[in-house]
Every structure is written in C-alpha cells, then in structure tokens.
C-alpha cells in the first residue's frame, strides 16, 4: 500500500495537510475524504487505508487547515469557514485536484465522502458543480441555503443520518429532501434508529456532549451501505 503525507494549498495560498493512501497498482476508483470536525486525524488516516485495502485511492482533505476545531480557536475558525461557502468549496477543490493529479486515477470514477461536517464539504463540493459520481455524508450537515445550486449536483447523493442526530433535526432533513427533489437529484437517504451524531467514531462519547456517541451497530450498517453504493457508482475494477 501507498501512504503518504501531502501538503498543499488553496487558491488564495491557505496551507493544508493532507493524507494519501491507495493500493501499490491503483486501478481508477478514487475518494475524496472529507473529515470530522475536530480535526484531520488517525479516524481518517485509518479510514482511507480501509478504503486502499479494498482499491480505492483515497486523500484526505485538510479542510480546517490543520486547526483543532474543538477550540475556542477552532471554533471561531469553524464559524468563519462554514459562513463562507465560496471558502468551503474553494477549500474541497484544492483537495480534489491533489486528488487527481495521483497515479492510477481514473477521473470518470471519483468520490466524495464526508464525517460530520466533513459531510457538508462533500455536499458543497458536489454543489459546485465538481465532477463527482458519488457522495457520501455520514452523520453529515445538510446545507440548505442556496437551493438552486443542488441542480449542479452531476452524480448520485447518499447520506447515513442518525434518527436522534441533534445536528440534523427531523426538519432539516425534510428540508434537505424536498430540495433535492425539487433539484432532480438522484439521491437516497438511510436513517438509523435511536442513534445519535458521531455514530461512526470510537471514542466519541468522551466529547461529553449530549447527542453525541459512538454505535458498533450503525458504524457496520452504515459501512455496509456505504460499500454498496460505492460499487453501485465507481467500482472496483
């Protein structure tokens, strides 16, 4: 397997970090990985080396640009960035052109798949109007401002939301629905029941706050139907 450190940046010169991973002979699929919101970090690293194992490339974004968004700091740098969303799609960009310039990928085959809020960027992405085959949000935000621009969306939409998400209230997501809808968006959404956000990450629950734990059961589930729709959309050759 390939791993690697990359640092790039953005269009306006903002440093990040990212990480890449894929199989010694890459055969074309390819995922952006867009992380949870403390920070870039071993979930992630973890995660895309699963992937890699499987045969996907994968990188991951820096798009906090290596701050800790669990801070104070981090959470004024937070508020910034997800008011801005010219600043969130500019930042998933940058990511998903060092993406593109590896070895071995086929660009008729790449995805983006986001944690938490990493899950927004992945939908901003999308919303763009980058050339996507898939998107995944797992416990993800759902932007619902600027409606117009989900008809920019060119591939298939998943989203894996927990029934007793606090981030993601049953309102926001019926909002999210009938937009996508409105937009002709080919897209799917699985609810997990009495589960709460963060359902994907170990450990989580040591945040101490409410609506926020880990689940062996929906991390398998959510897993397995995010297997399914990656093969369903860009493969394993």
Not at 211 to 227: C, H, K, L, T, V
Request: aromatic share 8%; charged share 20%.
């Amino acid at each position: 397997m390939i791993k690697r450190d990359i640092a790039y940046r953005d269009g306006a010169g903002n440093p990040y970090a990212g990480f890449f991973a894929s199989p010694d002979a890459p055969t074309g699929p390819a995922i952006l990985l867009a992380h949870n919101a403390p920070r870039l970090g071993a979930f992630e690293r973890t995660t895309a080396e699963r992937l890699a194992a499987l045969g996907y490339s994968v990188f991951c974004a820096d798009y906090s640009g290596g701050i800790d968004l669990d801070t104070e700091e981090g959470r004024a740098a937070f508020g910034l960035i997800f008011s801005d969303t010219p600043r969130v799609r500019d930042r998933a960009q940058a990511a998903l052109a060092i993406l593109t310039a590896q070895a071995g990928i086929d660009a008729g085959r790449i995805a983006a798949i986001g944690y938490c809020f990493g899950g927004t960027v992945a939908l901003e992405l999308a919303r763009s109007g980058a050339e996507l085959q898939a998107v995944v949000g797992l416990h993800a935000g759902l932007p619902l401002a600027q409606p117009e621009d989900n008809r920019a969306i060119k591939g298939k939409v998943l989203l894996i939301e927990g029934t007793q998400d606090p981030i993601v209230p049953p309102a926001m997501r019926a909002s999210f629905e009938t937009q996508m809808d409105q937009a002709g968006v080919d897209w799917r959404m699985l609810l997990l029941g009495g589960v709460s956000h963060g359902f994907t990450v170990p450990g989580i629950e040591k945040m101490g706050r409410p609506g926020i734990a880990y689940n062996q059961a929906a991390d398998q589930r959510s897993w397995e139907a995010m297997m399914h729709f990656l093969g369903e959309t860009i493969g394993i050759a």
